[in-house]
């Protein structure tokens, strides 16, 4: 059932270079010297980085033109831009303007085309999987579609059986219909080990939901969880800081402070202008193991009492004018690298809930506080991935991806979180 990750290992590496190799044929008479090769290498590898990025590279994306052809022009513009400052700060003669627009023009029209038409070529060779699925069908469905919609209808699930020994070893013995086996449940696998074994014997494949979903849907759905609960309880106890997380974020939030002073200086007199003192708005979040503490931000709203904790969505009233500049693009969260440096946060966690929210939603939401196993974060998976949650239901699904970035966290991933991260912003998706 490796769709997902075949799809992923064929798509970004191969087209890193073939798309590079492209734009070098198409701009090949500008190198001659050393340093015009280098800076076309410059350009071209932060385009690509751009694209991925953008998610150019999601075979979801790359298998529709249209989709194909928004993320590889945000992401060739992005990378252009930021190749400028080690080609302007470097290098002098510079390659010239013309292979500079010929490289935008390859890459955001012809690019796309390629990728797309690839794409399609490639999932449309790979066969189907017809999966025998172990579990309750009013239970588990909604994720098996999910999961059948997220492998582009390469998984297809042949019958939904809360089996009895009998009725299992009538399919198994037939085997008419089906190639594997997906267990959602390791209550019901009890009771038909022997005929599990008797599958794997006769070559076919068994596999486990919690696998399967995070491969394809990059989320640890909390029925999911629920199901198989031992498995996870496991694996968020064995959850810990990176100490190199921690360096990165001091470098990152030093960074921000630089940069951006000009925008906070900016910001913090509009807020004064339109609406007086406070610049900063405080309160109080739960972070790592629980603790609380004060998290900063820009204030947006205007100075209203309020006793009781809300959503955003409930306030929108409230907002001021410099604030619907800034909470589209998160600007109002800079002040957090204060956070950051001081190390109350990290630059990538979940986000930091109010201390209300924590107690209602630990009581009805299961694994709800493993979430604070990790410093919150500034941007996270959550993040980038989903909707603003407004309501419990919302809740749980957005801590579903929380869940998959704490059992799964890397320095690849968060880099990945951190480009991606550009994306949002600029796109405006994901939370408020």
């Not at 939030?253 to 951006?260: G, K, T």
Request: glycine content about 6%; some cysteine; proline content about 4%.
């Amino acid at each position: 059932m490796g769709t997902a990750k075949r799809i992923r290992i064929v798509g970004f590496p191969f087209f890193f270079i073939i798309l590079f190799l492209v734009q070098t044929l198409f701009n090949g008479f500008q190198y001659w010297t050393m340093d015009l090769f280098v800076q076309a290498a410059i350009l071209n590898s932060f385009i690509l980085i751009g694209i991925y990025a953008f998610r150019g590279f999601e075979y979801n994306n790359g298998s529709n033109l249209n989709s194909s052809i928004v993320t590889f022009g945000a992401g060739t513009l992005a990378g252009t831009l930021v190749a400028f400052i080690p080609i302007l700060i470097f290098y002098d003669p510079r390659i010239s303007q013309n292979h500079i627009i010929l490289t935008v023009v390859v890459s955001c029209f012809l690019n796309p085309v390629i990728f797309s038409l690839y794409m399609k070529a490639y999932i449309k060779s790979l066969p189907k999987t017809k999966v025998l699925i172990i579990g309750n069908l009013e239970e588990i469905e909604p994720i098996i579609k999910e999961i059948e919609e997220k492998s582009l209808g390469k998984i297809c699930a042949y019958k939904y059986m809360d089996p009895s020994v009998m009725t299992l070893e009538r399919d198994i013995d037939e085997q008419s219909g089906f190639s594997e086996v997906l267990i959602t449940n390791p209550n019901l696998e009890k009771n038909i080990l022997a005929q599990v074994e008797n599958v794997k014997q006769k070559g076919i494949k068994v596999h486990y939901l919690p696998k399967i979903a995070e491969e394809y849907l990059q989320r640890i759905p909390i029925q999911v969880a629920v199901n198989f609960k031992e498995y996870y309880r496991i694996a968020f106890d064995g959850i810990k800081e990176s100490p190199s997380k921690r360096v990165l974020d001091v470098i990152i939030a030093i960074l921000a402070f630089i940069i951006l002073s000009p925008v906070m200086c900016i910001f913090a007199l509009g807020i004064y202008l339109e609406d007086g003192k406070p610049i900063v708005f405080k309160q109080e979040r739960i972070g790592q193991d629980g603790k609380r503490f004060i998290m900063h931000k820009f204030r947006t709203m205007k100075n209203e009492s309020e006793s009781t904790a809300k959503f955003v969505t409930d306030e929108q009233h409230r907002i001021l004018k410099i604030g619907k500049i800034m909470r589209p693009v998160r600007l109002d969260e800079i002040p957090q690298f204060w956070d950051i440096l001081t190390g109350k946060m990290s630059f990538i966690g979940p986000r930091p809930e109010q201390p209300h929210f924590v107690e209602e939603y630990k009581d009805n939401i299961p694994f709800y506080f493993e979430r604070h196993r990790l410093k919150s974060g500034l941007t996270g998976w959550a993040q980038i991935t989903y909707q603003y949650a407004a309501n419990r239901e919302e809740t749980a699904k957005k801590l579903s991806y929380d869940l998959f970035y704490i059992k799964n966290r890397n320095t690849v991933f968060d880099l990945r979180i951190i480009l991606q991260t550009l994306e949002t912003v600029l796109w405006k998706r994901g939370a408020k």
